[in-house]
Each structure stands twice: as structure tokens, then as C-alpha cells.
């Protein structure tokens, strides 16, 4: 590994001592670190500024296939990682969650720097979320147990919960490490061996976690990390005829491609988390206070940029004024700014692309007849700033009420009976979350009943725990990450099936 | 301020743990431990009597009351603390093994390698359970909408036995606290120090006040003092089939406190004509005096196919001969002391009618050494069903070496015993192989291996040799109370 030693961008002014970073920017396979085979590297971009942070290595098709075939040789009948003690499997993610939870400060710096979230969330959310996935799954690894099944006739016969073999993984930008121990606890703590690309936005935290999978211990070839493309890299997982299952979290758009590939290619097992637009449902008996905050979070949290985001709030007619005024007023004070800083709720969006594509949103919203009520420019000359906007009197065939804005737009929505808001509130081709605010214990058990979600959050939301499964309903996506369930992705059930003299209960 | 272990003041703990302090016995009561290589005593430990058991559990239910810091606690949380106690356990394995071995007379090498080991591993299994034990929803009949939470029992009794004290008790408080429990564990007389270290560990790993307490003493005092308690809504007891009975009586006596109980064996260990021979000669003597004999497990019924009987017994009689007795804490010692004056005498006594009824005495049957508890390894062969030897637990190094002629035969006799714990079989036929392990009645079967033993299995026994089953997913089950609760709904929707 050759690391670079290099100075903070000079330009950020920074409440936590950022200084110096070691930076890994090259192929991680076989516990190795590698240039790519064409030699090409792209940049990764700082979003507060604009600035390139470093040169990353760039994975193409060559790449990905080095990196199956490690993969593959890791995956053999007889190899140290087949032969291992499923409780040994489950150490090794122990100690991978131990060596993250003492780099958690740099790791954080790492992230905000990468990403643009506020540092205070970094360290204080998405790294202790990282360590308790990996922990969880640790948990699992000798505790996935098959069946001895009572089969009619003179037979013993049984169940494997095997691993697929080579998983690939492409992960997003939106919460990269996050992302990444979602994708590596279940599938390690199962047995597979793993091709990761990560986003092109977000490679650096992942690469440094490599390092750290090396320095536990797991074998050679088990987990190997890509940066690069999506049309190049990720299109070559997608199709390659080695890879057995391909795990992707991304935008609906390229999920379609991703399970064509598929079809296309070997009919590798695809799990696919998506987008969505998820509608948060207030009903006039909500305690006010908390339904606007929780509102304003469900939104606005990550700079607009959650695949559930409740970016559809419905608010019942007799408290829609006051509901759209406190969150209004909410919405101008969150504080946007440089993320280093810790009293920073506002960072910038990922890229110039993204920051584009949402401005474009709002020009729209403004052109469709919706009410601006706060925010809707840039919030900075540098860096890809946005500020927090709010539209009220927002129509369901409005673009900004149908399409995935991902950025820090809120819609609030007007309703009158149970009724007319779930069938509204379904009335999407997305399914990933809901939430219903209310004290009425009939009213939420109608609501979360016929919500077509894979997760309904009732007087809370974006509640996350690696012990609870999460996933789409719909073109949101096709199976479910984290929990026990988590796991059926990663398995491939053998039946064995043995002739016995005289069978007995 | 309160985590930070106080230092020892002594070699050992020997105070009664409660609350995560220690203190002396009410009563004011001492009791002395041995050392069973050499008779001299180590020290002299606080004996826990009712009062101090009535303390304890007192203690316990402050520590379990709803909305305590233990209820409060997460699940991902409770497994946390657990996997930070196998993590100290791991960084005083030297010192527990030490200790354990002076205490137990077990080999040193042993106790580091396997106790310890199996200690480490059964904690941090069911660490990684605590957040994992899930209930259902149920698509109940009409409007409702239905679903089961699994919640701690309560306050637990836990007796543990002498045979391997500190993985006994990791056994025991794994899953129960995995689970949410508190726990008032009683270690054997003869073995209290690894387990009262084990509480400064518990202290030092932050679990709350309460949630274990630990309490040397007797079993007729502090033992049946928690057997019988009011407040106590749930026993487990490992040790001996006659105490179990008494365990469930005193159960039932008092509030009908949930019971499990592992208990004695006298397993079957069958060897066909086409078995590895050099693999089933080790294999059974190691099933017999592993822990000098003193295993629930002890394969000390030896079913041998009539073909190769005389030369498995030559084999078995040459490897005990060359069986090391020593000093545990010399590396090259393979078999201890047995652990305690009255159970050396109690083993002799059986050798002596296993002569006197007519077995073949082939090597050992005496006492070794003028210290301490030892006995020879002891092999006898012409063994018949009927003989003493043959039905009761010895519990210490003697082996029984019995011929078989055909497949039914050995299954009846096998399963012709009160007891049901374990059960091996020896061969390469794979048909032999279902044949038995699903028409012998006990709790594990081992083919090909034995006393193949880990945390992800569930272990217990069939009839008389206990009720309920430890470790593995199955093991939690013990532990929790499902409560299910049912919730009118307007409609119902699939």
C-alpha cells in the first residue's frame, strides 16, 4: 500500500483537529492494494468547496474481473475461509466493528470531508450505527441454523443454510460506511466472499475500512473494494457470469438496469434498495410540537438525501395553516453551514450534478403552480449548498409531489379523511417508508395496515435499527436488509435428503 | 467511580456477592476449600445461608422491577455487557485456568485450552443472542391483531456443580441474562473462587447492581433455600439425579417455580466391527476419564461388536496403562485427582463390586498416591447389564467394557437405563449410524466423535438425566416467559 500523506484543504475552517489525513486511494484484492489494470483515476470532490480532495484509482472491467476471480479462489471447497468456525466468522466481524469504533474520529472527519454531513452526525450517528451493524451480525454468524424436517417416507432429511459464493455489493454515496457494513455484516457473517464498488462521490471511508478488514484478519480474497464507475465498473458486476448475487442500493433508474443485466447475464439473485417518496401522514389529533420536528427531520435530515425521506407530508385540513407555519419557521432557522462546524444541522448536496438536478426540481415546483413559502436558492458561492425550502399548497400530480427529489425540498399536502389519505399516500409507484402521527391507537393500526411500506414509523420516524429489516414495497425495491431477515439474501438453502433402514418419530 | 474494582486484598475473593459488593454471611458462617491434588485447604469462603440467599433475592427483584436500568436496558446492550465479561474472562484466562485447576485438581493445560475456552465462547454466544430473540405476530382468527413478546422470567436460581465450575456457570448466566434476567447463582462447596472472581469481572464489565449475585454454600442450606424461595420464579440445577429430585420436589412445594435440570448419565458408547479401531479405542477412553471421570457425559458403557471385543479391550486396557497421573500443574499430567475425599472413596466402592459381581478387573482399581484424591485409571472388561457398575453413575475413572452381537440387541440395552443424557456410535456404515442415533434415547448423540460438545448446540438429557435443554437457540427458551397480547382492530387486512 502506498498511502498519501496530505494537508487539510486549507479553505475549512474546522472545529476538530483535521490536519493531516492518511488517505488510501487505490483497488483493494486479495488484501491487496492495487493501481487499476488501465492505470486511470478520477477525482473525488469536496462538496463544501468544490475542491478535489485526492485522485482515486478507477475500476473497470479488468478490474472487476480480478477481483471475481479472488474472490472465487477465497470462495473454494477446503479454503481457510470455507473451513472457518461459523463463531470465528462472527469474531472477525467483532474485531472489524472494534478497530472502526477506535478510528470512529478520524473516520468521521473522513466521512464529512467526503460527503459534506455535518460532522456531528457523523461521529455521532452513522459510525456508532456502523459498529452496532457489524456487531449484530457478528452476533448471527453461528446462530443461522437450517431444519431437520419430518419428510414422509423412510428418510432423514435436512437443511444447509449456505453461503451464494461471490456477492457483488454497489453501495451508494448518500451514507457510505453505513451503507457499506449494512452490505458486508450480513453477507460475512453468512460465509460469502464479496466484490464491492463503492459510489464514485464517496470512496475514501470505504478504502479505509479495507485496511482495517485486512488488519483483523479476514482471509485474502473475502472481501476485495472497488472505486469506480457506475456505467463501467458497476455494469461489469452486474453482468458478469461469475458473480452470484449482486446486491445494489441506488436510484430506482439503475436499479431497472441492474436486474436487465441479470436476465442478461446468469441469473445472478438480485436484491435491489431503491428510491421512494414516502408520505408522513399527520392527523389533527398529533402532538403538534412533535409532529413538526419529526416532519422537518424526516425531510431534511442528511441534506434532503434518504431513499425514505418523508418528502410527502400530509397534514390534516384543521391543522394545515398551523402546521405549515411552525414548519416554515423551523425550516428558516436550521442552521446551514460549513459541516466541521458543530452547531452545523445543513450541509452541502453530494455534487455539482445533484445540486443542479434539485434547483431544477424547485424551478419546477415554482412553475406548477406550488407555493415557495421559504429557501429555494443556493446558500453559498462555494460548495454545492442548498438552502432548506418549503412549498405549501402542493397537488399529487405535481412533479415535486411524484418524482424523487432527493435534496432539501419539503411538500406539504392538505387531507380530510383516513380514507382519501391512503389511498393518495399509495398512490405512488415507489413503497419504501411511511410514518402516521396520531394518538389514536384505531386510527394508526388502520393507517400502518394499509400503507404499502416496507417500514411504517407511527409517532416517530427514520428509526433505524440493525435488528429490523428495511426495505421497498414496489419499485422501491425487491427484499429486505438488516434483522434476522437480512440474512435469506445471503443463503442458499440445500436440501439433503438421506435414505434411512426404518424411519422413527 | 463505581465500576473501578476495588483491589484484592487476598489471593482470592471469598465473600458472598450481592448487589456488586461483597459481604460476609449473615450468619457469620466460613467453610473451607480444598486443594484435591495435595488434601490441604486453600482458604475459607463465606457460607451463604437462607438469609444471605433471602438478601440476594431481594436484591434481584429491585434490579428487575419494571423500569430498573437492567428492563430499560437494550437487548443489543445486555448482549454488549456480556461480551465485555468474555472479553475480561479472556484477559484473566491465565489466572481463572490457574486457579481453576487448584480449586478442581484439573490438569492446567486443560482448564486453559478447554474450560476456559468454553467458557469464552458460551458468553460471547449468547452475547450475540441478546438482541435476537424475536417474538411473532400471528394471523390470528377475527378482527385483531396479535403478537408474542418473549420476556426475561424473572429472578433465576442457578446451582451450578464441581466438575467445571466456571464453564458451568457461564452455562447459566449466558442465556439468562441474554434474556433479561437476574440470577442468584450458587457454585458448588467444593469449587466456590473461580465463580466469586467471575463477580469482580461482572462488576468490573458494568453490568447493573443485582442483576447476578453470587452465593457460596450447601447444597441442604443455601441450595434448598433457593429451591424452595417464593420469590424466586425460576431454578436450574446441574448436578446429581438425586439432588434433581429433590430440586423439582421443593418446586413444586413451593410456588411452582420453573425447572430445569441437568442431571446424571450413564451413556452407551456402541462400537461396531467396522469402525476405525485406533479412532474408537482413543475416542472411548478419552469419553471415560476426560476430567478424571467426573463428566455427565462419561461414556462408562461400552458397547463393543463381538468381532472386535477382545482387541478393543486389549488396546483400551494398553492406552489406560499408559494414562499420566500427576500433579495438575505439571504440562505432561493427563488425569487429576477426583475432587473430593468422599467422592474418591465412593468410586473405590463401586470398583470393589464391580470385582466382588464378577467383572474382569484388567488395570487400576485403587487409589494412587498418599496425597490427595487420585485413582487409578481402571479398565473392566466381561462386564454384564445386570452388575452395578453397569447401571449406577461411578462419576471417576472406570471403564466398562461390554460385548454385543447384532444391531436391535444393542439399541434395547442401550436404552435399558434410567438416565438418557448421551450416546455415541462407532462406524462407517452410514445405515448403522441413523439406526442409532434416532432409536437411542438420549439428549445428544455423538457418531464417530464424542463429548464434541459447543455453545451453538443444544445439550440436555431424555428421562431421568434432565429436563430442558442448555445452550444453542434452544437454550434461551428456558429463560423467557411469552406474553401474548392481543389488540382489537377496526378491520382487519392480510
Not at chain 2, 57 to 82: C, H, N, T, Y
Not at chain 2, 396 to 421: C, H, S, W
Amino acid at each position: 500500500m502506498r498511502p498519501k500523506l496530505i494537508v487539510a484543504v486549507p479553505t475549512l475552517r474546522t472545529s476538530c483537529h483535521l490536519h493531516i489525513i492518511l488517505i488510501v486511494f487505490q483497488l483493494f484484492i486479495n488484501n491487496q492494494w492495487q493501481d487499476a489494470q488501465s492505470g486511470k483515476t478520477f477525482p473525488t470532490i469536496n462538496p463544501s468547496t468544490g475542491e478535489v480532495i485526492c485522485h482515486v484509482a478507477e475500476a473497470d472491467k479488468t478490474d472487476v474481473d480480478r477481483a471475481v476471480k479472488a474472490a472465487r479462489a477465497a470462495f473454494r471447497l477446503g479454503s481457510p475461509w470455507r473451513r472457518m468456525d461459523a463463531s470465528d466468522r462472527g469474531l472477525l466481524l467483532t474485531r472489524l466493528a472494534d478497530a472502526i469504533e477506535r478510528d470512529a474520529g478520524y473516520l468521521a472527519e473522513l466521512e464529512t470531508l467526503d460527503n459534506g454531513k455535518p460532522y456531528a452526525i457523523s461521529y455521532c450517528v452513522d459510525i456508532p450505527n456502523v459498529v452496532k451493524c457489524l456487531r449484530y451480525y457478528a452476533g448471527w454468524a453461528d446462530k443461522w441454523e437450517g431444519k431437520t424436517i419430518p419428510i414422509d417416507g423412510d428418510y432423514f432429511c435436512y437443511t444447509r443454510h449456505e453461503p451464494i459464493g461471490v456477492c457483488g455489493q454497489i453501495i451508494p454515496w448518500n451514507f457510505p460506511l453505513l451503507m457499506q457494513a449494512w452490505k458486508l455484516g450480513p453477507a460475512l457473517a453468512t460465509g460469502n466472499t464479496i466484490v464491492m464498488k463503492v459510489a464514485e462521490q464517496t470512496p475514501l471511508t470505504a478504502l479505509y475500512v479495507a485496511n482495517l478488514i485486512k488488519e483483523v484478519g479476514f482471509p485474502e480474497g473475502v472481501v476485495n473494494i472497488l472505486p469506480g464507475m457506475g456505467p463501467s465498473a458497476g455494469a461489469a458486476i452486474a453482468a458478469h457470469m461469475d458473480v452470484d448475487k449482486l446486491a445494489f442500493t441506488g436510484s430506482t433508474e439503475v436499479g431497472h438496469l441492474i436486474q436487465q443485466a441479470s436476465g442478461s447475464s446468469n441469473l445472478k439473485k438480485v436484491t435491489l434498495e431503491l428510491g421512494g417518496k414516502s408520505p408522513n401522514i399527520i392527523l389533527s389529533d398529533a402532538n403538534m410540537e412533535e409532529a413538526v420536528e419529526q416532519a422537518h427531520f424526516a425531510l431534511f435530515f442528511n441534506q434532503g438525501q434518504c431513499c425514505c425521506a418523508g418528502s410527502r407530508t400530509y397534514v390534516q385540513a384543521d391543522i394545515y395553516d398551523e402546521f405549515v407555519e411552525r414548519s416554515v419557521e423551523r425550516t428558516k432557522n436550521r442552521v446551514t453551514g460549513d459541516p466541521f462546524d458543530l452547531k452545523t444541522e445543513h450541509g452541502p448536496q453530494i455534487d455539482d450534478e445533484q445540486f443542479k438536478k434539485i434547483l431544477n426540481y424547485i424551478d419546477i415546483g415554482k412553475k406548477e403552480g406550488a407555493k415557495m413559502l421559504c429557501g429555494g436558492k443556493a446558500a453559498s458561492d462555494k460548495g454545492y449548498f442548498i438552502q432548506p425550502t418549503v412549498f405549501g399548497d402542493v397537488h399529487d400530480q405535481m412533479t415535486i409531489a411524484r418524482e424523487e427529489i432527493f435534496g432539501p425540498v419539503m411538500q406539504i399536502m392538505k387531507f380530510k379523511t383516513l380514507e382519501e389519505v391512503l389511498e393518495r399516500a399509495n398512490d405512488t409507484k415507489y413503497g419504501l417508508a411511511a410514518a402516521v402521527f396520531t394518538k389514536d391507537i384505531d386510527k394508526a393500526h388502520y393507517l400502518s395496515s394499509g400503507l404499502r411500506a416496507g417500514t411504517v414509523w407511527i409517532n416517530c420516524y427514520d428509526v433505524f435499527g440493525a435488528q429490523a429489516p428495511f426495505g421497498g414495497f414496489k419499485a422501491s425495491g425487491n427484499g429486505r436488509e438488516l434483522g434476522e431477515y437480512g440474512l435469506d439474501n445471503y443463503t442458499e438453502v440445500k436440501t439433503v435428503t438421506i435414505k434411512v433402514p426404518q424411519k422413527n418419530s | 467511580i463505581g465500576t473501578i474494582p476495588p483491589p484484592l486484598s487476598a489471593p482470592y475473593l471469598t465473600q458472598i456477592f450481592i448487589d456488586n459488593e461483597w459481604h460476609d454471611s449473615v450468619s457469620g458462617k466460613v467453610f473451607p476449600v480444598y486443594d484435591p491434588a495435595t488434601g490441604e485447604q486453600i482458604c475459607e469462603v463465606q457460607e451463604a445461608d437462607k438469609a444471605d440467599v433471602d438478601k440476594a433475592v431481594q436484591a434481584a427483584r429491585r434490579a428487575f422491577a419494571l423500569g430498573s436500568p437492567w428492563r430499560r436496558m437494550d437487548a443489543s446492550e445486555r448482549g454488549r455487557l456480556l461480551a465485555k465479561l468474555a472479553d475480561l474472562v479472556e484477559r484473566d484466562s491465565v489466572y481463572l485456568a490457574t486457579m481453576e485447576s487448584l480449586d478442581c485438581g484439573k490438569p492446567f493445560l486443560t482448564t486453559l485450552f478447554v474450560d476456559l475456552q468454553g467458557t469464552i465462547k458460551t458468553l460471547r454466544y449468547f452475547a450475540g443472542y441478546a438482541d435476537k430473540i424475536h417474538g411473532t405476530t400471528i394471523p390470528m382468527d377475527g378482527e385483531y391483531l396479535t403478537f408474542t413478546r418473549h420476556e426475561p422470567i424473572g429472578v433465576c436460581g442457578q446451582i451450578i456443580p464441581w466438575n467445571f465450575p466456571l464453564m458451568m456457570a457461564a452455562w447459566k448466566l449466558g442465556p439468562a441474562l441474554a434474556a433479561g434476567n437476574a440470577v442468584v447463582l450458587k457454585p458448588a462447596e467444593q469449587t466456590p473462587l473461580t465463580c466469586l472472581y467471575l463477580g469482580a469481572l461482572v462488576r468490573e464489565a458494568g453490568f447493573p447492581p443485582g442483576v447476578v449475585n453470587i452465593l457460596p454454600g450447601f447444597g441442604p442450606t443455601a441450595g434448598s433455600a433457593i429451591a424452595s424461595h417464593m420469590g424466586i420464579d425460576k431454578v436450574a440445577f446441574t448436578g446429581s439425579t438425586e439432588v434433581g429430585k429433590l430440586i423439582q420436589e421443593a418446586a413444586g412445594r413451593s410456588n411452582l417455580k420453573r425447572v430445569t435440570l441437568e442431571l446424571g448419565g450413564k451413556n452407551p458408547n456402541i462400537i461396531f466391527a467396522d469402525a476405525d479401531m485406533d479412532l474408537a479405542v482413543e475416542q472411548a477412553h478419552q469419553g471415560v476419564f476426560f476430567n478424571a471421570g467426573q463428566c455427565c457425559t462419561a461414556g462408562s458403557r461400552i458397547f463393543v461388536e463381538e468381532p472386535i471385543y477382545e482387541e478393543f479391550v486389549r488396546r483400551s486396557v494398553e492406552r489406560a496403562k499408559r494414562r499420566v497421573l500427576g500433579s495438575p500443574s505439571d504440562p505432561t499430567t493427563e488425569q487429576g485427582p477426583q475432587i473430593s475425599q468422599e467422592q474418591q472413596a465412593r468410586v473405590l466402592e463401586l470398583i470393589q463390586s464391580g470385582i466382588s459381581e464378577g467383572a474382569t478387573l484388567e488395570c487400576g482399581g485403587k487409589a494412587h498416591g498418599l496425597k490427595g484424591f487420585y485413582v487409578e485409571p481402571t479398565v473392566f472388561s466381561n462386564v454384564t447389564d445386570d452388575m452395578r457398575i453397569a447401571k449406577e453413575e461411578i462419576f471417576g475413572p472406570v471403564q466398562q467394557i461390554m460385548k454385543f452381537k447384532t444391531l436391535e440387541e444393542v439399541i434395547e440395552r442401550a436404552n435399558d437405563t434410567d438416565y438418557g443424557l448421551a450416546a455415541a456410535v462407532f462406524t462407517n456404515d452410514i445405515n448403522k449410524a441413523m439406526a442409532i442415533s434416532t432409536a437411542v434415547q438420549a439428549g445428544t448423540v455423538w457418531i464417530n466423535c464424542y463429548n464434541a460438545l459447543s455453545t451453538q448446540c443444544p445439550f440436555g438429557g431424555y428421562k431421568m438425566s434432565g429436563n430442558g435443554r442448555e445452550l444453542g437457540e434452544c437454550g434461551l427458551k428456558e429463560y423467557s416467559e411469552v406474553k401474548t397480547i392481543t389488540m382489537r382492530l377496526l378491520a382487519k387486512n392480510s
